[in-house]
T-cell receptor, first 115, second 115 residues
Framework: SQQGEEDPQALSIQEGENATMNCSYKTSINNLQWYRQNSGRGLVHLIL?????REKHSGRLRVTLDTSKKSSSLLITASRAADTASYFC???????????????FGQGTILTVHP | NAGVTQTPKFQVLKTGQSMTLQCAQDMNHNSMYWYRQDPGMGLRLIYYSASEGTTDKGEVPNGYNVSRLNKREFSLRLESAAPSQTSVYFC??????????????FGDGTRLSIL
């Protein structure tokens, strides 16, 4: 079963607006990663947040992690038409389990940014 | 710097035919992975190779076999293709399974249709 569940499934906004996507997961994690997928292409790594971190920034991206609620959010500020893509969260499970280091992906959020 | 290269990009097979999907990475990564992506299902791990010489089953291994030919190459074989294996297949690599906080790098996928 999928570890991550993403919300919303689809998001449509105007250029310049902010986009927020959420990810919930079920078990303890080592880290949580966000990936982007343009249509017809492979996934591209955006940002990684460790379980002991609460917030991380990279350019126009801001990721938060709340381990008590088992949830994360990805905020894209001042969105551009070029941000149109699918966004996936992926969880990396803790040391000690057989799944250590293997990622489990959510179903993704389709973001459309209108010019 | 090509990153992760997958061949072929597209393939149509008839039920019962066999084929091998090829993947090569030029980043000197230890770990490699095969995923399938179906609509609404996110990415699911088929097989992975933590290091050269080792392979292990992922979430959905039935109907597939893999070979870690050397450190660069990791192939996925369908021995007797079935329509349920129609999907987009992605290969990925990372510095090392079991190493903490490693992002994965993806190829652009092979789009496989089985009639």
């Amino acid at each position: 079963s999928q570890q991550g569940e993403e919300d919303p499934q689809a998001l449509s906004i105007q250029e310049g607006e902010n986009a927020t996507m959420n990810c919930s997961y079920k078990t303890s994690i080592n880290n949580l990663q966000w990936y982007r997928q343009n249509s017809g292409r492979g996934l591209v790594h955006l940002i990684l947040i460790r379980s002991n971190e609460r917030e991380k920034h990279s350019g126009r991206l801001r990721v938060t992690l709340d381990t008590s609620k088992k949830s994360s959010s990805l905020l894209i500020t001042a969105s551009r038409a070029a941000d149109t893509a699918s966004y996936f969260c992926a969880t990396d499970l803790p040391v000690g389990g057989t799944s250590y280091g293997k990622l489990t992906f959510g179903q993704g959020t389709i973001l459309t940014v209108h010019p | 710097n090509a990153g992760v290269t997958q061949t072929p990009k597209f393939q149509v097979l008839k039920t019962g035919q066999s084929m091998t999907l090829q993947c090569a990475q030029d980043m000197n990564h230890n770990s490699m992975y095969w995923y399938r992506q179906d609509p609404g299902m996110g990415l699911r791990l088929i097989y992975y190779s933590a290091s050269e010489g080792t392979t292990d089953k992922g979430e959905v291994p039935n109907g597939y076999n893999v070979s870690r030919l050397n450190k660069r190459e990791f192939s996925l074989r369908l021995e007797s293709a079935a329509p349920s294996q129609t999907s987009v297949y992605f290969c990925a690599s990372s510095d090392g399974l079991g190493m903490r906080n490693q992002p994965q790098h993806f190829g652009d996928g092979t789009r496989l249709s089985i009639l």
